[in-house]
């Protein structure tokens, strides 16, 4: 006898919440932890490369040795809370914390597609919007709350230990509802990059062209006169904007994906140019920041779906979306806007992000000679 779906939209939304304050407590709080505790800025990158890497390895591994069962996923989430007590044990060993981030990184990889592929088989495109915004929500409120309450550096590694219990509760919950049938590491193997090779191109430039954002943001805006205070309000807007989109966006992902992908594509190289040109404006930058619904959650919830329609191995699928696009791409776009800093920066990542648009017009030509 199946579960009844009226449990599915919470149980998902519980999900999400969590795992994405998992999520803000491991990248807002935890590179200052570290140097708090005496490590290196140095050390603080290789550190938060590690989970990147791990989610671009991954699909690989899932796609000749193993398949996603509800089994693995189970243990990623065990794997997830374990990884968390292992950062309290060994945070104080660079090489050990390092392993300990390498199978935290694993873990976290594994999951999120999992319940993505649940979500997408069970609900509509309206209602899995107004689900995801969870996410948002979780996101942005562990981010106000240890912003307030934060005193010591274990503190913060305390909550990520709370919080991935309670990823834990929600996600292993959600096996009951998974309808999708797991295919054997052979079925997998007919698995295509090449032949959709454009849009794999494209969805890593999209977030190559994140990396100035998501690291030197902050130091950007302060750089140029902005408090530090407002650019926080900045940061915060976006997340309120994104969660707005999250929630009514429904009847544009009855549309057509490729077109609203390539829309929030160039909407992002414009955001990127407006930073560029009016990096002392506060106006602008809340302009730009408005824009982030556009180029994360309409983005995000448009190319995901859209992975999902193009595929039959629905979970292998999700894995490389989020392996290709925030794991190398997220890594890459770390390290060269690192390298371009300046006050060229933006400018770089418009440019970027607009070969991504270019490119995902290659792959509608060529998906359309495929279909004809």
């Not at 994360?296 to 039959?312: D, M, P």
Request: charged letters at 10%.
């Amino acid at each position: 006898m199946k579960p009844a779906n009226t449990l599915l939209s919470p149980l998902l939304g519980g999900y999400y919440f969590f795992y994405f304050a998992l999520v803000g407590v491991y990248v807002i709080f935890l590179p200052k932890v570290l140097l708090d505790l005496g490590y290196t800025p140095m050390e603080v990158g290789i550190i938060f490369a590690a989970a990147p890497f791990m989610r671009f390895l991954l699909p690989f591994v899932f796609r000749h040795f193993l398949s996603l069962s509800p089994k693995v996923y189970q243990l990623s989430l065990f794997f997830t809370f374990v990884g968390t007590l292992l950062f309290l044990a060994t945070v104080h060993d660079f090489w050990v914390y390092l392993a300990a981030n390498l199978l935290f990184g694993a873990a976290m990889g594994i999951s999120l597609p999992y319940v993505e592929t649940i979500a997408l088989a069970s609900l509509s495109r309206h209602i899995y919007g107004k689900v995801r915004l969870w996410g948002s929500l979780g996101f942005m409120g562990i981010a106000l709350w240890l912003g307030k309450v934060l005193e010591s550096p274990y503190e913060a590694l305390y909550y990520l230990s709370a919080v991935a219990f309670l990823t834990l509760l929600f996600g292993a919950m959600l096996t009951r509802y998974d309808t999708i049938s797991h295919s054997s590491a052979q079925d997998d193997a007919s698995f295509s990059l090449t032949k959709y090779w454009a849009f794999w191109v494209s969805i890593f430039l999209m977030q190559v062209g994140f990396g100035g954002f998501y690291n030197f943001f902050t130091i950007y805006e302060t750089a140029h006169g902005i408090s530090l205070e407002m650019t926080s309000w900045m940061w915060s807007f976006g997340v309120i904007c994104e969660i707005f989109m999250y929630y009514f966006q429904g009847p544009l992902l009855q549309r057509n994906l490729l077109r609203i992908l390539q829309f929030a594509t160039l909407i992002t190289a414009l955001r990127w140019m407006i930073l560029y040109l009016f990096p002392d404006s506060i106006t602008w930058t809340f302009a730009s920041q408005s824009l982030h619904a556009i180029g994360f959650a309409l983005y995000h919830t448009a190319a995901i779906t859209y992975v999902f329609s193009l595929y039959t191995q629905k979970k292998l699928a999700q894995q490389f979306f989020l392996g290709i696009s925030f794991g190398l791409g997220g890594s890459v776009g770390a390290v060269l806007s690192g390298q371009v800093y300046g006050e060229y920066i933006f400018l770089i990542e418009s440019l970027i992000t607009f070969i991504a648009f270019a490119v995902l017009i290659i792959h509608q030509q060529r998906k359309a000679r495929v279909t004809i």
